[in-house]
């Protein structure tokens, strides 16, 4: 009997105890599941390919004889193949750029594969591309630029009718969508079915965005939206391989469209932003998005590559990277060559991770939210502290020194991105010694610094705009750079 009475007032303390710990409210704006599984891919491809391969340009003027579309041996498997060991998740292609060339045979236009001597036109490129993601375990997006300059629709409003036409045949012809990619470039000279000349529009009103986006999430409701503004997805605001390291996920978008200038914003987004709009970061590995022979010895190198990838993934962005293939179909052997050498150098940076053999903090939220859930390697755990708690500091004990020289950190952005401000020091010769001093986080960072022995490392939460919430912390020693 008396075991049972003890057993009774156990229950009813863990009961108690439990009420007084309320569950953690979100930190407003949270992203949307579509946004979650986006942020977990991290690295994917873009791929240009069209009339311009052919004709050696960056912009085609629209006026381009659909017969110039000619590649030798297509083979969107090596694509798919290369992409898949270079640990990249996707691949968004430029199904339309702004020459107006469809490389599907859409039943709206006659400059499209289906004009092409290429497979006498039978020939589809994204169902090719459609057929190796699938066969490798790849997501696949659509590039469709907003800009045409051979339809001699654009400009008026039957454009944007003959617009939502395509968006509608990739959307329900080519299976599941991961992107849909709303390019900025937005009206100028052309050949508008044989008009020559420049047409400009209002980037603000003219595509009456709101109900394209309709199109998409009624049709993909898993895609994400992106363009310079969203409303999924927001552009970084360079093309250089550059994300901000200050970058919130938040963005009051409510006047924002595609094509609009916004320099900083785009980079670090708004800490006060009513929506989820989290960066993405895209950059060519040649000096030009399509393919040119003569920047085949201008190929970034593996070494570029990781260091672009510490300024995107590393600052809580995606990273975009364009392969563009040439005028055989294939990735050029360059191109492979370093996008391959990359992903070496990536396992080597994240091979050796030191793990923490106690974890403690100076305020927790209560048991199921202890400090050591930032350490426990499940996405779904994680550290906080009490409501109005803004400020905290926890201590990752490795019970003997080691050398380090990464940390990477993930907020639990399900209930929002909090932290404002954050160092990271480490116990070494019995006092704590600067690492790093970060603002933001979000759903991923990873910091360099120099190759530290220590036992002890000490984060400390200096400012957030909610009790912190942390989900993940971890520690590498990495090849010194």
């Known amino acids: 009997m008396k075991n049972i009475y003890y057993l009774i007032i156990a229950a009813c303390l863990c009961l108690t105890a439990c009420k007084t710990v309320a569950p953690l409210q979100p930190c407003n704006p949270v992203p949307e599941q579509r946004q979650l599984a986006w942020h977990d891919m991290g690295c994917y491809l873009f791929v240009h390919f069209t009339v311009n391969t052919f004709t050696d340009r960056e912009w085609g003027l629209g006026d381009e004889d659909p017969n110039v579309f000619s590649p030798t041996d297509l083979d969107c498997r090596q694509w798919a193949r290369v992409a898949k060991e270079a640990g990249m998740k996707g691949i968004i292609i430029t199904a339309k750029h702004h020459d107006g060339f469809c490389l599907w045979p859409s039943k709206y236009t006659d400059h499209s594969v289906k004009y092409s001597k290429w497979k006498n036109g039978q020939g589809d490129v994204v169902r090719e591309l459609r057929k190796a993601c699938d066969e490798y375990g790849l997501k696949m997006g659509v590039y469709l630029s907003p800009w045409d300059r051979n339809s001699a629709k654009y400009g008026t409003p039957e454009y944007i009718t003959y617009y939502r036409n395509q968006l509608r045949e990739l959307l329900t012809e080519y299976g599941d969508i991961f992107e849909v990619w709303c390019d900025g470039a937005n009206g100028g000279d052309g050949y508008y079915g044989g008009a020559r000349e420049k047409r400009t529009i209002d980037r603000a009103t003219y595509y009456d965005w709101q109900n394209t986006y309709k199109i998409v999430r009624e049709l993909q ?55 989820w709009v989290p960066a993405e970061v895209d950059v060519s590995i040649r000096p030009g998005w399509f393919y040119h022979a003569n920047q085949d010895t201008a190929v970034r190198t ?111 952005v399900k209930l929002g991105q909090r932290i404002k401000k954050f160092k990271v020091e480490a116990f070494v010769g019995g006092q704590w010694t600067n690492l790093v001093d970060g603002t933001t986080v979000g759903y991923k960072i990873i910091r360099k610094f120099p190759l530290t022995k220590t036992s002890k490392i000490r984060l400390t939460i200096e400012d957030s705009k909610a009790c912190p919430a942390i989900s993940n912390v971890q520690f590498f020693k990495a090849p010194k750079d």
Not at 327 to 348: A, I, P, Q, T, Y
Not at 355 to 381: L, S, W
Not at 395 to 409: A, H, K, P
């Open 302 to 412: 593996p070494e570029n590559l990781l260091q672009l990838y510490y300024q995107s993934v590393g600052r809580n962005s995606s990273f975009l990277l364009n392969i563009p293939p040439d005028r055989r179909g294939h990735f050029n052997e360059n191109d492979v060559k370093s996008v391959l050498g990359f992903k070496k150098l990536l396992d080597e940076e994240f091979k050796n991770e030191v793990k923490p053999a106690k974890v403690t903090a100076n305020e927790n939220r209560g048991k199921a939210f202890n400090a050591k859930f930032m350490a426990d390697g499940k996405p779904g755990t994680y550290w906080a502290t009490k409501d109005g708690v803004t400020s905290a500091t926890a201590e990752f004990d490795f019970g003997s020194e080691q050398d380090i020289n990464r940390i990477l950190m993930q907020e639990y």
């Open 221 to 275: 409701p898993k895609a994400v939206l992106f363009s310079d503004a969203g409303p999924d997805v927001r552009w970084v605001g360079n093309e250089s391989g550059m994300g901000s390291p200050t970058n919130w996920c938040a963005l009051s978008r409510d006047t924002m469209y595609a094509g609009g200038h916004y320099p900083v914003i785009l980079g670090t987004g708004q800490e006060t932003g009513k929506f």
